[in-house]
């Protein structure tokens, strides 16, 4: 029966993913043949040196076709991207984020090939004109979208399985998701695996989540659970996201997995190699003026340097000189601590506040990739310092150096500036463990987002990194 109502709500959510590009493509299409098609022709010089525009490009029904085809699937590749279509998982507000950033990107895109059939850069009103049409209606199917999913498919009833940790931070999390979850109730595993399964029997629940157990319990459970067709959320130590990316062999009639040393092949570290060096070129041509604007005001802000320069980690745990805009008083770490930023960091100035909101103060950097030492997607490079110190109580955090420091990464598209050290930790394993040039492009695209997001760029709390010594002692 769950399965069942599993494949009915995949359906109903294909269905108005389906209506949403059909009504996006639909609004493209009356652009495409009252402004669009009309206005392109050919841009050529006639015989007396002057410029005419001729009707060189002919379409027929197919021809049309084509182009509104290509514009479904860049829509359906952009929201899929950028989470435009995930009804029911993420809030409304965020769906319709979503949706304006891959529509954006879209109608940007669609501009430009656009002009290059014109042989002439298209007029930009009537795009404007459309892009606003098309989030209103997303605005509406949104809302209609959301009212029906809610209602059809209520929030899961949860039974929360925890250990001997504090487990009010997992608790808050689900909490600010009501319109997903309900947890119904917190259970000890002190208890005994027993009585748990006997809870969850004589309970009304939908879902088991099943957060820092020991595992030999928690394999218990997941047996459980997985014999009586219950879903289960669980966090996964570092050995679940090690053993997630490993390749399956069959050389025998026995399953056996296999953990290379090395995740990323050679073939794959020149061909990101080659992606880093063209692509930090190209950033440092279309971001000089803005680098330029940036120095300017943070020599005037105070009369300081321009640049920081500070000692970083990279593969291997070798060391080098990461650059940034300085964003902070000149006497920012005059005492000698090494520290992160914390939420209502005092020692940041005006200027270098803005930068770090729309990570600026991080294009210097383009420079460490040209240079070898970083590369565009990895695990943000650490300090010496900081890295000692979460050593002492995380000696898994090591991992994190099996390949080069990256200017974006796993870490800071699906989690925060102030997610927990050990969270980070298996963000970061993830991408490594799992490593491929496309995942490298999906994170590209996706860390233009988070440029956006403000929640991505907020300090850790005070005292955060204490905290977090007790949760990984496990």
Request: proline share 4%; with cysteine.
């Amino acid at each position: 029966m769950k399965k069942h109502n599993e494949n009915v709500k995949r359906s109903i959510v294909l269905l108005l993913s389906l209506v949403d590009l059909a009504v996006l493509t639909a609004i493209y299409a009356g652009f495409w043949f009252v402004r669009f098609y009309p206005v392109v022709r050919m841009r050529r010089m006639n015989i007396n040196g002057v410029i005419v525009f001729t009707d060189g490009l002919k379409f027929y029904q197919r021809g049309h076709l084509l182009i509104l085809l290509i514009y479904f699937v860049l829509l359906w590749f952009f929201l899929g991207t950028y989470g435009g279509l995930r009804i029911g998982y993420l809030k409304a507000p965020d769906l319709f984020f979503s949706q304006i950033f891959a529509i954006g990107m879209v109608n940007v895109f669609t501009f430009f090939y656009t002009s290059l059939m014109r042989n002439w850069i298209m007029p930009g009103w009537p795009y404007l004109l459309m892009t606003g049409l098309q989030l209103l209606a997303t605005f509406l199917w949104i809302l209609l979208a959301d009212g029906i999913y809610r209602r059809i498919f209520p929030p899961r009833r949860l039974l929360l399985v925890h250990g001997t940790h504090p487990v009010e931070e997992i608790r808050r999390k689900f909490l600010s998701r009501k319109d997903k979850y309900t947890l119904t109730q917190l259970v000890d595993i002190v208890l005994g695996v027993p009585a748990v399964e006997r809870i969850y029997e004589e309970g009304a629940y939908d879902a088991m989540v099943i957060w820092d157990v020991p595992t030999t319990q928690r394999n218990e459970l997941l047996k459980f659970c997985y014999g009586k067709n219950i879903r289960i959320y669980t966090s996964p130590k570092i050995s679940d996201v090690v053993i997630k990316g490993s390749e399956q062999l069959h050389l025998f009639d026995t399953p056996i997995f296999l953990i290379r040393e090395q995740s990323i092949r050679a073939e794959q570290l020149f061909i990101k190699r080659i992606l880093d060096i063209v692509l930090a070129l190209l950033l440092l041509v279309i971001t000089s003026p803005i680098m330029l604007i940036t120095a300017l005001c943070v020599r005037f802000t105070d009369g300081g340097p321009v640049l920081y320069k500070q000692i970083r980690c990279t593969m291997d745990m070798r060391q080098f000189s990461i650059l940034k805009f300085r964003s902070m008083r000149i006497d920012a770490e005059k005492d000698g601590v090494a520290r992160l930023a914390s939420r209502h960091d005092d020692r940041i100035t005006p200027v270098g506040r803005f930068i770090r909101a729309v990570r600026i103060d991080e294009l210097p950097q383009l420079f460490n990739i040209l240079k070898g030492d970083m590369s565009f997607i990895g695990p943000r490079p650490e300090r010496p310092e900081i890295i000692e110190e979460y050593l002492k109580t995380m000696p898994e955090f090591i991992f994190r150096t099996k390949v080069k420091a990256g200017l974006a990464g796993y870490a800071q598209v699906y989690g925060k500036y102030n997610t927990t050290p050990y969270d980070k930790l298996k963000l970061d394993l993830t991408y490594i463990e799992n490593y491929s040039i496309w995942l490298d492009l999906k994170l590209m695209l996706l860390t233009l987002k988070i440029l956006f997001t403000p929640e991505a760029t907020e300090g850790v709390e005070d005292g955060q990194i204490t905290a977090e010594r007790e949760q990984t002692k496990k």
